[in-house]
């Protein structure tokens, strides 16, 4: 049983880009949260997605967006990247009952030059 | 909203010495807590989790917390600790919906 995996795993981009991550949910599982690790701190929430929908968001501007498929994968998209979104990006997938637990993936290092 | 503070940025441990990593939350609502852990360059790892029931909970790789209400603490423990368990730590707390509020992390440095 796959658990959730993520691509890229490693990107480099410059400033004024944009970028899409994707992530595909542990088998079971219809719940994917996306989080922003930054070096040397704590996962950040972004966003949720739920039946396709965003259902809860973090304190990240618009510049960061995402999408749900049918099958439950997502993606994650910052749009005018800047240096500070140089960071670990990780998905996590649960099912959506409150004390259910969260899966993560391996994450994709994104650096901003 | 929840808020999350690990006391500790970075732990020096022997190895088989015991070793507490201390996490303190706030919230205005029960939540649930959670204690993960990063190996380098790895994702999260789920060690345990607190949902409701007995206050002492044990988890993967001999480690255990400790829930304290009237605190708001969740301390996590392990008697004797190996060379493998150099990692970040992370507390976690989770109220409505999916969110996790992390921690700063602790980083557990074992010395031989």
């Known amino acids: 049983d796959a658990g959730v995996t993520q691509s890229p795993t490693h990107l480099i981009k410059t400033r004024g880009q944009q970028v899409t991550l994707r992530c595909s949910p542990k088998?079971?599982?219809?719940?994917v949260s996306w989080y922003q690790q930054a070096l040397g701190q704590g996962p950040q929430f972004i966003f949720q997605?739920?039946?396709?929908?965003?259902?809860q968001r973090g304190n990240f501007p618009d510049r960061f967006s995402g999408h749900q498929f049918p099958n439950y994968s997502s993606e994650l998209n910052v749009n005018a990247l800047l240096l500070g979104d140089s960071a670990l990006y990780l998905c996590?997938?649960?099912?959506?009952?409150?004390?259910?637990?969260?899966?993560f993936g391996e994450g994709s290092w994104l650096t901003v030059v | 909203a929840q808020s999350v503070t690990q006391l500790d940025s970075q732990v020096p441990v022997f190895e088989e010495a015991p070793v507490e990593l201390r996490c303190n939350y706030s919230?205005?609502?029960?939540?649930?807590l959670f204690w993960y852990v990063q190996y380098p360059n790895q994702g999260l790892q789920l060690l345990l989790k607190?949902?409701?029931?007995?206050?002492l909970v044990k988890g993967i790789n001999g480690f255990e917390a400790e829930f304290n209400k009237s605190q708001t603490s969740f301390h996590l423990r392990k008697p004797s600790v190996h060379i493998s368990d150099t990692a970040e730590y992370f507390c976690a707390v989770r109220a409505a919906g999916n969110k996790l509020t992390f921690g700063g992390g602790t980083r557990v440095l074992v010395k031989p």
């Open positions: 088998s079971g599982h219809d719940t």
């Open positions: 997605y739920y039946e396709e929908e965003e259902r």
């Open positions: 996590a997938s649960s099912r959506r009952r409150p004390g259910n637990t969260i899966y």
């Open positions: 607190y949902l409701s029931g007995s206050t």
């Open positions: 919230s205005s609502v029960s939540v649930y």
